[in-house]
């Protein structure tokens, strides 16, 4: 680490002093103060890095700039990717796909500057590097056996992500002085032109600029959720409310009791990992059930989990190939001048009725893209041909669907999107226990499609998904989209993406149906409701209706907390909001009646700039992450996709960088 950058602990702030804001402050460098030093908040430096070069060379050259780096968690990593959490819990991704980097695929304003992504970065620490003396004897011995396919651990993800810091810091401009505090930001206030940042610590920051990049935020329940725990605390029940699962207290479960989860997504897929594998379960080969196919051996300390989400079943998992015909020539049917035209003609847009079908287009474009170039075996006639008439036919029409029938003759190869957005659609049994292995047999169908190279349209699907993405953010952050598109159709869309897109690797799919098939976890199905009362939890579901309930004295639900700007536990957040210098996102109805409140923190969409209770917007505050109105997929990504994520840091960068003065005569180093 070059001696332009210095490390703080919670009782230090680097070379910034606590100062009364009453004092009058010392003359001062420009300095920006990213609260938040996850991914999300080093993804910011790593571009205001590139881009302060061409921006403030006569600051760099001068007084130099200040960066503070403010996080309780370890910098890099941050909360969800720390190295203190159980080394059974793995990414959802694989080492080829994850990058923090910028290349040639990304269009930005700032400079490219490309690095490594994970897959790299291990093969690089591997044949050149020491892993034993950076990662120690555990982290050596997972790295040994990564592969480009591999889903490696959040404990080996948490030191690439550090990497990826030092690798930061190591590229700052002569004149950029980055500092770490390893304490937490209690509030952000002004003094004159300066945002002042008071730490946990009790030293004080002041900054020209500061970025919120929290990323998820802890909140208190919501009244429905604090109504629940109540109730179960008065019947003598145990209720689990929505939590980070690898911080939840799990030693209220005992072993063998049934216990109902609501909830299906990643947060399920922890919650598993931790009561079964986590508490002395092993999973072992089936030679009985044929290649990939396990079994699990019980340890005696696991429960019997029931299991249920609106859609019943688990997300897709990932697939597990490479795309055959190569990238798909995206965008094609939602490119960003539709997405212009559309705001220019300032609305309303009905989502449904306008957006969606370009949308299904587009996704069906990058599936067959990829069956058509990647198995021409599979089709009966050549690309050229079908792609005219796929522009031509609208979505969902008879002539869409004649042209796929008669093109495509295999079912499996064409398109569902109805089966991928609820899989269990038509599926009913009269009882739990019948209902098993019905779920099983759509969960490994589904897996199957996700490993086997015969289905490589799925991840045409995908890369699309990811093309629309970036441009339904837009529209969301643009204002145009009807106040009920906003409240019900985005709340969807995001929900389909995150099952398609966030599914866990095959190997924990392969893990729950041997659980499933071990009478260990039990799928209610879809449409979960709950009731309670002194017997207990009971839990039915629209797949099940007509059964008997299943009752238990547990309930987990197996989720993040909504984000929520009014309920936060962020004592900053929580100040800038009484005060009117923050907003919380309330949709209104044409009427002026609430539709919902979304309770994220509402943002400029262009560079994640502040909206204020008088309608304007704060120029030298900004926020990025999970709890904004400006929706990105995921804070690190897949190489070479022109990622949104990639984009719109530095679109943020470059509008704290703006937000600096220029060279000063009287400003001086803070070094």
């Known amino acids: 680490m070059s001696t332009n950058h210095t490390v703080s602990g919670s009782t230090r702030s680097g070379s910034t002093g606590a100062r009364s804001s009453a ?25 205001m890095v590139a881009g302060a070069p061409g921006m403030h060379a006569d600051v760099l050259a001068g007084p130099g700039l200040d960066v503070h780096l403010v996080d309780p968690y370890p910098a890099g990593a941050g909360r969800i990717w720390r190295h203190a959490q159980s080394p059974l819990l793995a990414m959802n991704s694989m080492a080829a796909d994850v990058t923090m980097w910028t290349d040639d695929s990304v269009v930005c304003e700032g400079p490219v500057a490309p690095g490594p992504s994970f897959w790299e970065w291990a093969r690089e620490l591997r044949e050149h590097g020491d892993p034993q003396a950076e990662l120690g004897p555990e982290g050596a011995a997972e790295l ?51 945002q002042v940042v008071r730490l946990a610590s009790g030293a004080t920051l002041r900054a020209d600029a500061v970025v919120l990049a929290s ?25 689990l409310p929505p939590e980070q699962t690898s911080d939840s207290d799990l030693s209220v479960i005992g072993p063998g009791e049934p216990v109902l989860a609501r909830g299906l997504g990643l947060a399920f897929v922890d919650l598993v990992v931790l009561l079964f594998e986590g508490r002395g379960g092993r999973f072992v080969p089936d030679d009985d059930g044929g290649p990939g196919r396990l079994r699990y051996v019980p340890s005696g300390r696991e429960p019997v989990l029931v299991a249920g989400s609106p859609r019943g079943a688990t997300y897709h998992s990932k697939t597990h190939y490479q795309l055959r015909g190569g990238r798909p020539p995206l965008p094609r049917f939602l490119p960003p001048e539709v997405t212009d035209r559309l705001v220019a003609g300032g609305g309303p847009v009905d989502f449904r009725e306008q957006v969606w079908p370009l949308m299904a287009k587009e996704i069906g474009w990058g599936w067959y893209h990829e069956l058509f170039h990647g198995h021409p075996d599979r089709v009966r006639t050549g690309w050229a041909d079908f792609a005219a008439r796929f522009a031509a036919a609208p979505h969902d029409s008879a002539e869409e669907a004649e042209l796929i029938a008669a093109t495509v003759p295999d079912p499996l190869d064409r398109l569902d999107l109805t089966a991928l957005d609820r899989p269990l659609e038509g599926l009913h049994a009269p009882d739990l226990e019948s209902l098993q292995a019905a779920v099983r047999e759509r969960i490994a169908e589904d897996l199957r499609q996700h490993v086997d190279e015969r289905h490589t349209p799925h991840l045409g699907a995908f890369v699309a998904m990811l093309s629309v993405f970036g441009e339904t953010t837009r529209l969301a952050g643009s204002g145009v989209l009807s106040p009920r598109s906003r409240a019900r159709d985005l709340p969807w869309w995001q929900s389909f993406f995150n099952s398609v897109a966030s599914g866990p690797p095959g190997f924990r799919v392969r893990e729950m149906l041997a659980l499933s098939r071990g009478g260990h976890l039990k799928f209610l199905g879809a449409g979960m409701e709950v009731t309670a009362d002194r017997d207990g939890f009971h839990a039915t579901s629209a797949t099940l209706a007509g059964a008997d309930p299943v009752t238990a004295q547990v309930l987990v639900d197996a989720r993040l907390p909504d984000p929520s700007l009014s309920r936060t536990a962020d004592p900053l957040l929580r100040g800038l909001l009484e005060r009117g210098e923050a907003v919380e996102e309330i949709l209104h109805d044409d009427d002026g009646s609430p539709l919902r409140n979304t309770g994220l923190l509402s943002v400029r969409p262009a560079d994640g700039a502040l909206y204020t209770a008088d309608g304007g917007v704060h120029e030298r505050r900004f926020a990025v992450g999970p709890h904004t109105t400006v929706k990105v997929a995921g804070a690190f990504t897949r190489p070479g996709m022109n990622a949104q994520s990639l984009r719109y840091n530095d679109a943020v960068a470059r509008a704290v960088l703006g937000a600096l003065p220029g060279r000063s005569a009287d400003a001086s180093s803070a070094a």
């Open 215 to 239: 990323g998820h935020l802890d909140a208190a329940p919501t009244p429905a959720e604090r109504e629940l725990q109540a109730r179960a605390r008065d019947l003598g029940l145990r209720y």
């Open 144 to 194: 040994a056996t990564v592969t480009a396919s591999t889903f490696p651990t959040r404990r080996l993800q948490s030191h690439y992500l550090g990497a990826v810091l030092r690798e930061v810091l190591d590229r700052a401009p002569a004149g950029m002085r980055v500092h770490v505090h390893r304490t937490t930001a209690e509030s952000v206030t002004e003094d004159g032109a300066d």
């Open 23 to 47: 004092a009058r402050p010392a003359p001062r460098a420009p300095a920006v103060v990213i609260v938040g030093a996850g991914p999300r908040g080093v993804g910011v430096l790593e571009r």
